[in-house]
């Protein structure tokens, strides 16, 4: 069981990788401008849920806030919400990305393959190094920040030139990566406490061998039409359910650690959490479309 656990961490962890690849691999699709919009929609989205979250603890739990601490918490897009770095990360990418996609389209297949190396020795070395040797070789901070532009390039390279790797070697890569991963972080870590800063490593070898290996063996798959608007139902409530659920998480671990292990022990609870928080997305999306074209609709028949 420990070690099923293991194989499965270094699965799990492949998640946030996946997210910049394919917002690499997509990111020729968006144009000038339309960064910008999404920039401002992924932060209302922050926003909203940061602000039921500070009124929530204000009428549960009695919390007291100023209003310099609630802007402060708002606009630092770490304070509030537990572990939603990623969201400031994405917020960012999205406004750089006109000038990223220019700097790409010039460079040449071998100098995108050389960015690529360049970035896999500086992020994957680095923390390889660390992981089996607990070295903090290089500049382990700066590693940590630079495996965001390794996957989002990865996404962009395999946009333009594909995987040339048989799925079957993929497959063989990505199931011998979760084995050695088990066994390896097993006969560490066995009847000890495991150090999750040297497990959770986005940018270590065997976790960008895991993300690539499981965006190749899925990316081109065709599938069918009502499984394509199944999964854009639930993609469209993506960054819903993960900031609904971390907020759920926040409230649970500093309120009520047996309502968090009652979740984490009832799994079908986790799954109905999940899915109203999907509903609740699209059904929020579709208010706001609809309360901007209105807006939009007003401000320009206040123009004529």
């Not at 065997?206 to 139902?233: C, E, M, P, Q, R």
């Amino acid at each position: 069981y420990y070690y099923a656990m293991m194989g499965l961490t270094q699965v799990v962890i492949a998640c946030v990788p996946l997210f910049f690849i394919i917002s690499g691999y997509l990111s020729n699709t968006v144009k000038v401008g339309n960064n910008y919009k999404k920039a401002i929609s992924v932060f209302n989205i922050y926003i909203f849920y940061a602000l039921v979250l500070i009124l929530v603890t204000i009428y549960k739990f009695k919390s007291v806030y100023s209003i310099k601490s609630v802007l402060c918490n708002l606009l630092g897009i770490h304070s509030i919400i537990n572990r939603e770095w990623y969201i400031s990360v994405y917020i960012l990418l999205l406004l750089f990305l006109p000038f990223i996609n220019q700097l790409w389209q010039i460079l040449s297949r071998d100098m995108k393959r050389h960015l690529l190396f360049l970035l896999l020795i500086t992020t994957s070395l680095t923390q390889s190094i660390h992981v089996v040797w607990n070295i903090d070789f290089f500049n382990l901070e700066f590693a940590d920040k630079m495996y965001v532009l390794l996957y989002f390039f990865i996404g962009k390279y395999i946009a333009d030139y594909g995987i040339q790797i048989r799925k079957r070697y993929l497959c063989m890569i990505f199931v011998s990566v979760i084995i050695v991963s088990a066994f390896y972080f097993g006969i560490v870590y066995y009847g000890k406490i495991v150090d999750a800063s040297r497990v959770i490593q986005y940018g270590r070898l065997g976790t960008v061998l895991t993300a690539v290996s499981l965006f190749g063996l899925l990316y081109d798959v065709n599938l069918k039409d009502k499984w394509h608007l199944l999964i854009k139902f639930g993609a469209r409530a993506s960054l819903d359910t993960y900031l609904g659920a971390l907020s759920l998480e926040y409230l649970l671990f500093y309120a009520d650690l047996k309502g968090l292990d009652f979740l984490k022990r009832n799994f079908l609870y986790l799954i109905l959490i999940i899915l109203i928080t999907i509903f609740w997305g699209n059904f929020r999306q579709m208010i706001s479309k609809h309360v901007l074209e209105s807006f939009l609709y007003t401000l320009n028949r206040s123009r004529d």
